[in-house]
């Protein structure tokens, strides 16, 4: 079975957009909870434009009874700022993201050769502080070695590529780039993670054993406003292989 961690992101952008606090973030990711889910995810951006930090404290206190069982997962680009939100919460993973402060989106992986030295000394203080350390990295799985060397507990497979390639109906080399990274990086021990644009089409392909959970926001938020949140949630576990 692979987990799923549902970010929640997209919720927070739409509340923003108002200043009546609705959509309810903490709301939405309790019935995410109440639905199964394994985890939640949120990535607080130096923008603030849609995860704040009053959201990073409301769900961890939302998650307190549920935890470990249930993970909290931290993504962002290690800046001062978020290390220090990251060990004042102590979630259970953090996934560092290499990106820039006006990106808009997560659409690369982090560069080892050139970025390696600084990721290393991150993870170690990560794990320091009895926090899983993942990288997000792009579906190569010559880059997987250097994942393990930097010391990293795992990785986050970019699937950005493979699911605009599954869009197009032409994937097929899209996917045994993110099959073979997945498979290298689970030989070394890393643990095997996936997200960026994943959906009840796209997703199946890429549930194999050695998969352990997948992080979706973007796509889960917009089948929500025609499946409705409870029944996306539903079909969402239902990809990654669970049972009702």
């Not at 259970?92 to 989106?105: I, K, M, N, R, S």
């Not at 899983?132 to 579906?139: N, S, V």
């Not at 889960?220 to 990809?239: N, P």
Request: a negative charge; proline letters at 5%.
């Amino acid at each position: 079975m692979v987990r799923l961690s549902v970010n929640l992101n997209k919720i927070a952008l739409l509340r923003n957009s108002r200043h009546t606090g609705v959509p309810d973030v903490a709301g939405f990711g309790k019935l995410a909870l109440e639905a199964g889910v394994q985890g939640l995810t949120v990535h607080p951006r130096p923008d603030a434009r849609h995860i704040r930090t009053s959201d990073v404290h409301a769900l961890a206190e939302l998650m307190a009874p549920v935890r470990p069982g249930v993970e909290y997962n931290m993504e962002g680009r290690p800046t001062r700022e978020f290390l220090a939100l990251v060990e004042e919460v102590r979630p259970e993973q953090c996934t560092l993201v290499p990106d820039a402060p006006d990106a808009f989106t997560s659409d690369r992986g982090w560069d080892l050769a050139r970025e390696g030295a600084h990721v290393r000394e991150v993870l170690a203080r990560l794990k320091g502080q009895g926090i899983r350390a993942i990288l997000f990295m792009d579906p190569d799985a010559a880059q997987m070695d250097g994942a393990a060397e930097v010391g990293a507990d795992g990785v986050e497979l970019y699937t950005g590529t493979y699911a605009e390639a599954f869009r197009k109906g032409d994937h097929g080399k899209a996917l045994a780039d993110v099959l073979a990274a997945g498979e290298r990086a689970h030989a070394l021990g890393l643990v095997v993670n996936a997200g960026h644009d994943l959906n009840t089409l796209n997703l199946p392909p890429i549930v194999k054993p050695w998969l352990r959970e997948v992080s979706i926001g973007h796509e889960l938020t917009a089948d929500a406003l025609v499946w409705g949140w409870a029944e996306t949630l539903r079909r969402y576990r239902a990809a990654c292989g669970q049972a009702a």
